[in-house]
């Protein structure tokens, strides 16, 4: 879960204007950049569509702690991604919010 958590703040560092997505993916602490920078690209690639199902499917509305920049990140991988890569561990939702 670490890489759709990392995923989420570069993304919000590049909305907010902080740096560039690659600046942000080799300044992350993540280990594996080249997976970070893909994953990145790619949902930023489908950003306007991902923010159309999540508000189609009132994904913000119904998980009140979800941050907007990780809803989008699951949802890419969900829908266009290789599904769920999260290691074999437990889902601790306290870590990625």
Known sequence: ???YAAAAAVL??????QGS??????ASSFQNVKQLY???????R???????V???????RAEKQLRPH???VLVYELLLGRGFRGGG???KPSSCW
């Open 54 to 60: 999540i508000a189609s499917a009132g994904l913000l």
């Open 89 to 91: 561990g437990r889902w």
């Open 1 to 3: 879960m670490a890489l």
């Open 46 to 52: 489908y950003s306007a569509v991902l923010d159309s």
């Open 38 to 44: 893909a994953l990145v690209c790619e949902t930023q």
């Open 21 to 26: 997505i690659k600046g942000l993916v080799y």
């Open 12 to 17: 919000a560092g590049v909305e907010s204007r």
């Open 70 to 72: 990780l809803a989008k």
